[in-house]
């Protein structure tokens, strides 16, 4: 039965894997993958390792993304255009069609968007160590399950015989 239960576990590998792998690196994957923890933090261990640029980049992605800011921004334009407008009455400002506004705003955005994908590149990163972990943590549990599945028809089987054997010792009494 163990060996039954080896051979499915190495089909089962080699199947979610798509790979063929040699004997000793099969053994050391399913010992890891059944008898160690193999779940991990990924938020935490991406936070060990931020740099002060990636904690920046964070920052403004999470302050550049609320509400607090695109109402913020646009009182500011609203502001800006109020006072030019007044302003260009009297001779000075930014007259319409605004143009260091317009400058202003490219500047922003020019910054603004390379700073930001960083952020979702670092994020992308961190999904897909999650997901890794994920087909990990399934892998070991789908083999834990099929070795439950085997004991528990070696145990029926186990059960079986013995009802056979209690069968066949009441028989021989009457």
């Not at 935490?44 to 640029?53: A, I, P, S």
Request: contains cysteine; proline residues 2%.
């Amino acid at each position: 039965m163990e060996n039954k239960q080896v051979v499915n576990k190495k089909e089962i590998v080699k199947k979610l894997l798509k790979q063929e792998i040699d004997i000793q690196d099969e053994q050391d994957l399913l010992e890891m993958l059944i008898d160690k923890p193999i779940t991990i933090d990924v938020d935490k261990q991406e936070d060990k390792t931020l740099t002060f640029g990636d904690k920046m980049a964070d920052k403004l992605s999470e302050f550049a993304g609320s509400w607090g800011f695109i109402f913020g921004f646009s009182l500011f334009i609203i502001v800006w255009i109020v006072i030019n407008t007044l302003i260009v009455t009297n001779g000075g400002g930014d007259p319409y069609p605004f143009i260091l506004l317009n400058l202003m705003l490219s500047c922003l955005a020019s910054l603004q968007a390379p700073i930001i994908m960083m952020s979702q590149n670092r994020q992308a990163k961190k999904d897909s160590i999650r997901n890794q972990n994920d087909y990990q943590v399934d892998l070991k549990s789908e083999l834990i399950l099929e070795r439950l599945h085997d004991e528990i028809q070696e145990s029926l089987k186990n059960e079986r015989q013995i009802i056979r054997m209690l069968d066949e010792m009441n028989n021989k009494k009457r």
